[in-house]
């Protein structure tokens, strides 16, 4: 019931883990490139996520100077630090994908294991 | 002597062949008459400058020199001792007669820049070894000679000598590394390596048993101590009969003497007894001797026949370091002196044969002596010495080996010094004898004719090659007339100098 | 893609997309957003040019040379506004102590170097979208 | 009541990525993979960061699948 | 403030300068762009070098990029051991860069050439932040930039292995850069902090609290950096990547690349972690047992390769498990060997694939069985070839044998000679696999006499110097063992 209480308390938290497995899990047993790369995403996306939860104050206001709002602000620096995250995320998939489309010119095919059939092959 | 001119003279020992090395190598670009007298004068000199080096030692004063620190504690240092004169001017005599001897022999021999070269730079790191202050010193310039000897041992180049010096090589890199794991064993638990403190391991225990294990690899791979002597039969035939000559001759002692440093520096000769390591040493020795001396009956080869025994008489100088008392280290150090006029004499002349005759099988050999009387009776003189026949310095060693045997109630050894003599008579005289008294192979059916008229046709090698000979026979004779030589003081000396502790 | 909704809703999306986005660049300082969303956001616009007509169309807004130029002055620019900081004696990226006029809080130019750093980086943002699009698409070479 | 909200849309976003990873159609993957994103996006202005989630919309689900779908047609489109 | 309290940001944006400067400047007069790279990489190494005397003359020194102090801003921190890391990254890749001139008109397409040098400078600036950078997110960023970087400098070449290769890595460094964010997410949440120096001071008190999320984190960082430095079982990109890659990319990968992560990994260990949560758990025990293991199999597999390049990249998979030796080991003297070995290795692999470049460049040979006679043709290159073989079996006189001897002097000291014995056997590996090589180089009889280009002296020059140095790392080894000594001193 403790463990329970705990997983209904933390559930940012423990979505955000679920996430990462999922994602990783992903990106290192299937086989078809493009995949590994969306995977990849949800995987880093998962820990941005623990990260915007760990910043969060129950409550709080989003971290933005208006007339009249109260003291209680989310922590804004996971956010900003996230953003760089995401932005690093997007250029790592840009640079992955340009290197897939490259290798299917090369071995027609996205498909990893076959890649290291045809490599054998040889 | 004064300390810095000392000093001086140990640097210039030491470096001034490791820099001429260079000099000789370009200096085959404009002469082959200029390289060959530059490798002879730099050897030459060499020896001059240790024999200096005679009056700052010969009272049993040590002087130590730390030139420069490589890492905290670790200096790169020099000293010189009794021990190191003894064997630096050794070395550096045998390297000059093989200088001279060189010239003439490796004018048939290919890529000659490189052999000189190379033969120039052993020699100066072989010195290194003698004349190292600490062990890490040693182990620089041990494996710089180990691993420049290399291209000694494949000079020929063909499929046999690369399988040998790969062996050698794998070999050497092995005991590098035990050397290495020793050298740091001691480092750790005496903080530190020079051989200027005395004992540094004062008390056994597993980590300094580990270390003495370490080192008997390490310099007994070098020794040619069984179990590790597999290199060793295969490398030094193969190489040039010169070669051979350093590398039985000198090159095998830098394993007795790094032994003999480790045995009286890093550990004390009452530790090694007291913890029952001499017996390791001892029974490691008499397999040797047995082995070696067994073995090269069966050989056909001469450079092979004479690789094997080198095995066995290293086997000497380990008996003589396990037994630990005067008598037995003044043997182990003058058959050091004995071995070494021996050996050489032994590879140069069977060198000549081969270079005159192109014959290596001992079966091949009735009747050279007809044919080389001065070569083979340079060698007879050697293969009595060696099997200790009394005027000559092999009986002498022999004798003060056995005598340190009976001091520590040690009679087996003697026995096996009167067994391993035998054999060695067993496989020296076969090679002997036919070759003064039969008649070469192809000339049995000729000699019939002439009624066994013996024919004398002389054909000598030149009288570059036969002098080296001559003179290093001569030496076996010399040392061994009488106790009174001054090898035979050194030896005494060096004796008296190691287990007073570093005095006189 | 030749269809003619698609072409006439993007033609008439793209300038409020891109005003957005410039919006967003410079209001970083004041509310949510700034280089990185709205660049990403000018930069998207190019992208849905040439995907609801073709290349070229794309390319006439802004060529893949034109951007890679862009892409580099724009990171050079971004550096030297941080070298003033070590020019008049504060940190690297320094605002206020190099000089920075910081102006009055809440109004638009009151952040001093963020103001540049962001146009600058939305600059970069976009067209470094610009140029990976069109390097994905563009095919040999 | 909010807190139920937030709750359905994180098991949302599990059940997308569990999709990502079943889908052999590689488009409908990305489709799913920007569901993904634009649900982190209002998960994030949930959690009182609204410039992550603009970022997170524009960048993380608009760029990338933008660059997907160009890498997806230029490739094959079946696992 | 005087200039050279600048020097840590100048560093960094000098060579993001040049990389960015580059592009434009190679498509409008392509001669120029060369010395400038080579003007900013050897005017950013003057700063390490005027840096480090700094430091050593007034100790640590602490940079806010903007102004902006801990926990809100960046924080630049260049302590002896990360003055030591900047030196050796600059100077290794200053002198790669130089080889890379002549190499790239041979391996590349001339056009991408200007993109090479951008990705060059861009790969040193991510490193030298790394070793710079005091706060924990900075590194994740850095990290990601290195990784691009580095990937880019593989798959430039863009034939099917490098493109194969360079993916393979990008994909299992996405996993460690995964672990590592992870993990730092962990430290966060326990302690609400980023810099190094704070999560120091609040990890004690956090670990009595959250014990877990700091032991997760730890793992989850052996995990991250040991993906992207090839510890054992994570090393399966590294020789294709490393093989596959024009050569001064390889040398750059395998010499400093593998190099920074693991630095990376000793500051986090060292500064982030206090004393007592390392003691708790065995996390050095595991790094200890898999760099171990990483010892004997990258040799043995080296042992078993065709292609030169190949066993070079399986002989990295060993000698990074040297310098992780010295962390597992935990142990004053073991990890100065180890920080010394990162200098050895960074010279000593970066000559030695920088020779199987220029023999590459002279004949168009890969394999080890074609080499035979190729010291007759190639002599001063073989004969860096062998003073780096010989750095890499630890004999004397090369500063292999000085990282080795302060290694095995640390397991000692810890008491596990069994670890000794690991540094003996995989010498005698590396024995046996480079020997022959050598061997057949300078002995057999080859064909090459008359198929061989003449090396260039832009390639020659870097090779000859490449010598030297590991020859000096091996004699004047000195003052920096006794620098790195006290700045581990003062970490433990």
New interface residues.
């Given amino acids: 019931m403790e463990i329970l209480q705990g997983i209904i308390n933390n559930y940012y938290y423990m979505a955000a883990i679920i996430l990462f497995v999922i994602g990783m899990h992903t990106m290192l047993t299937h086989a078809n490139m493009i995949k590994k790369v969306i995977a990849m995403n949800i995987m880093d996306a998962s820990v941005f996520l623990l990260f915007v939860a760990v910043g969060y104050r129950y409550g709080g206001q ?1 971290p ?2 208006v007339e009249g709002a109260d003291g209680v602000y989310a922590n804004p620096l996971p956010g900003a630090l996230i ?1 760089t995250g ?2 690093v995320a997007v ?1 790592v998939t ?1 640079y992955a ?2 290197l897939i ?1 490259k290798i299917y010119r090369f071995y027609g095919t996205c498909d990893y294991d076959e890649i290291c059939e045809l490599r054998s092959d040889e | 002597m004064d300390s810095a001119r000392v000093m001086f003279l140990l640097m210039f020992i030491v470096f001034f062949p490791i820099l001429m090395a260079p000099v000789i190598f370009y200096a085959c670009r404009y002469s082959v008459r200029i390289r060959d007298s530059l490798a002879v004068v730099t050897s030459g000199i060499t020896f001059l400058a240790t024999l200096t080096l005679y009056p700052a030692v010969s009272g049993g004063e040590v002087y130590h020199y730390s030139l420069f620190e490589v890492l905290p504690n670790l200096a790169i240092s020099m000293r010189i001792d009794i021990l190191s004169f003894c064997l630096a001017s050794l070395a550096s005599l045998v390297w000059f007669l093989c200088a001279i001897y060189s010239v003439d022999y490796m004018a048939k021999e290919h890529a000659c820049s490189r052999y000189y070269t190379v033969f120039i730079f052993t020699l100066g790191s072989c010195l290194g070894i003698f004349f190292a202050g600490d062990l890490f010193t040693l182990f620089v310039f041990f494996e710089l000679m180990s691993l420049i000897a290399y291209l000694l041992v494949v000079h020929e180049e063909t499929e046999e000598a690369m399988k040998a010096g790969y062996k050698y090589l794998v070999m050497t890199i092995i005991g590098g590394l035990a050397l290495f794991f020793g050298i740091i064993i001691v480092f750790e638990l005496g903080g530190t390596v020079s051989l200027a403190a005395g004992h540094i391991i004062g008390e056994s225990s597993v980590l300094a048993l580990l270390a003495f294990i370490c080192f008997l690899i390490g310099f007994g791979m070098k020794a040619g101590m069984f179990p590790l002597h597999v290199w060793l039969p295969d490398a030094h035939p193969v190489a040039p009969s010169p070669a051979s000559a350093l590398l039985s001759g000198i090159m095998l002692k830098t394993g007795a003497y790094g032994l003999m440093r480790v045995i009286f520096h890093v550990f004390s000769p009452e530790l090694i007894k007291g913890a029952g390591w001499d017996l390791i040493l001892g029974i490691l020795a008499v397999i040797t001797i047995m082995l070696g001396s067994a073995v090269a009956l069966t050989q056909e080869d001469i450079k092979r026949r004479l690789a094997y025994s080198s095995i066995s008489q290293l086997g000497y100088v380990l008996l003589g370091l396990s037994i630990l008392n005067s008598n037995a280290i003044t043997g182990a150090t003058f058959h050091i002196f004995s071995h070494a006029f021996m050996k050489s004499v032994l590879f140069l002349a069977a060198g000549s044969i081969i270079w005159k005759t192109g014959r290596r099988k001992i079966a091949d050999l009735k009747g050279i002596g007809r044919q080389m009387p001065v070569t083979l009776g340079c060698f007879s003189l050697a293969a009595i010495a060696m099997i200790g026949i009394p005027p000559l310095n092999g009986f002498l060693s022999k004798w003060t080996l056995a005598l340190g045997a009976l001091d520590a109630g040690m009679p087996i050894y003697v026995l096996v010094l009167l067994i391993s003599s035998l054999l060695n008579a067993l496989y020296y005289l076969p090679i002997i004898i036919p070759g003064f008294f039969e008649a070469p192979p192809g000339e049995e059916q000729e000699e019939d004719d002439h009624h066994h008229e013996i024919k004398f046709d002389i054909q000598e090698a030149t009288p570059k090659m036969l002098i080296p000979v001559i003179i290093l026979a001569l030496c076996t004779v010399f040392f061994g007339l009488t106790p009174n030589n001054i090898a035979y003081a050194l030896s005494q000396l060096t004796s008296a100098f190691l287990l007073g502790g570093g005095t006189l | 893609m030749e269809d003619q909704i698609v072409r006439m809703t993007s033609r008439l999306v793209v300038p409020f997309i891109q005003v957005y986005g410039i919006y ?1 660049i410079v209001h970083g300082h ?5 280089g ?2 709205g660049g ?2 000018f ?2 616009s190019l ?1 849905l040019l040439a ?1 609801s007509f073709n290349l070229e169309a794309g390319m006439k807004q802004i060529s893949h040379q034109t951007a ?2 862009l ?3 724009s ?2 620019a971004f ?2 506004a ?2 003033a ?2 020019f008049f ?9 190099a000089g920075y006029p910081l102006g009055e ?2 109004a638009l130019f009151s952040s001093g ?1 963020v103001f540049v750093i962001t146009l600058f980086l939305g600059i970069k ?1 976009a067209s ?2 610009a140029t ?2 069109y ?3 563009e ?1 040999e070479d | 009541m909010i807190e139920i909200l937030n709750a359905l849309l994180l098991l949302f976003l599990v059940v997308c990525a569990i999709g990502v990873a079943y889908i052999r159609d590689l488009l409908s993957a990305v489709i799913l993979f920007s569901a993904f994103g634009l649900i982190m996006a209002i998960i994030w202005q949930q959690l009182s960061a ?2 992550v ?3 997170e ?3 993380g689900t ?2 990338a699948s ?2 997907m779908i ?2 997806i ?2 490739t094959k489109r079946a696992e | ?1 005087a ?1 050279s309290d ?1 020097f840590p ?2 560093i960094v ?1 000098l060579l ?2 040049s990389a ?5 400047v190679y498509r409008w007069t392509p001669r120029f762009s060369a010395p400038l790279t080579t003007f900013c990489l050897s005017a950013a190494f003057l700063m390490a070098i005027l840096l480090t005397a700094e430091v050593s003359r007034s100790g640590p020194l602490l ?5 902006w102090p801990p926990p809100y801003g960046i924080e630049l921190k260049v302590d002896p051991l990360r003055s030591y890391a900047l030196l050796v990254i600059l100077g290794v890749s200053l002198w790669i860069f130089v080889y890379a001139l002549k190499d790239l008109s041979h391996e590349l397409r001339i056009y991408v050439i200007g993109w090479y040098y951008t990705l060059f400078a861009i790969l040193v600036a991510s490193m030298a932040a790394i070793a710079l950078t005091n706060d924990l997110f900075n590194l994740f960023v850095l990290m990601e930039i290195c990784t691009i970087a580095a990937c880019g400098i593989i798959s430039i070449k863009e034939d099917r292995e490098c493109l194969e290769a360079s993916f393979k890595y990008l994909i299992l460094s996405a996993m460690g850069t995964g672990c590592y964010l992870l993990g730092v997410a962990m430290l966060y949440m326990a302690t609400g902090y980023l810099n190094f120096d704070l999560l120091n001071g609040a990890l004690t008190e956090a670990f009595s609290l959250y014990p877990r999320n700091i032991f997760t984190a730890a793992a989850l960082f052996i995990v991250a950096f040991g993906t992207k430095s090839a510890l054992f079982p994570l090393h399966v990109w590294l020789p294709d990547a490393h093989a596959s890659a024009p050569s001064p990319s390889s040398a750059m990968l395998s010499g400093l690349v593998i190099k920074v992560f693991a630095i990376a990994l000793f500051l986090i260990f060292y500064q982030v972690f206090p004393r007592e949560i390392l003691n708790a758990v065995p996390l050095t025990e595991i790094v200890l047992w898999l760099a171990a293991a990483g010892v004997m199999f990258g040799s043995i597999y080296a042992m078993l390769q065709a292609d030169l390049k190949m066993m070079l990249a399986y002989s990295s998979i060993g000698q990074i498990g040297f310098i992780f030796l010295g962390l597992g080991l935990d142990q004053e003297l073991a990890i100065t060997g180890g920080l010394y070995h990162v200098m050895v290795h960074a010279i000593t692999k970066a000559m030695l694939f920088m020779s199987a470049g220029v023999i590459i460049y002279t004949t168009g040979v890969r394999k080890i069985k074609d080499l035979a006679g190729i010291g007759r043709a190639l002599p001063i290159t073989m004969l860096a070839f062998t003073v780096g073989s010989a750095s890499m079996i630890g004999l004397p006189g090369t500063g292999g044998l000085i990282s080795k001897w302060y290694l095995a002097l640390g397991a000692l000291e810890a008491g596990r000679p069994l670890f000794v014995l690991v540094i003996l056997a995989s010498s005698l590996l590396n024995a046996v696999y480079y020997m022959p090589i050598i061997i057949s180089a300078f002995m057999h009889q080859g064909e090459f006499e008359y198929k061989v280009r003449p090396v260039p002296n832009m390639m020659k020059i870097p090779l000859i110097i490449g010598a030297l140095a590991v020859i000096i790392t091996g004699l004047l080894s000195r003052p920096v063992i006794v620098m790195l000594q006290e700045a581990v001193a003062s970490m433990l």
């Fill in positions: 989003a933005i100077i953003l995401i932005v250029s840009a994908l340009s489309v | 967003i004041l509310s949510p957003g700034g990185f969303s990403a956001i930069g998207a992208v995907l890679s130029v892409e580099s002055g990171a050079i550096l030297l941080g070298m900081g070590v004696g504060g940190n690297y990226l320094a605002n206020r102590a809080a809440g170097a943002v470094t979208i990976l699009f390097n994905i698409i095919g | 609204p410039d989630a603009m970022v919309a524009a960048l608009g760029v933008l660059l160009a890498a047609s230029k | 403030m200039l600048h940001a100048l944006a993001l300068f960015f400067l580059t592009p434009p940079y806010h990029m903007g102004g």
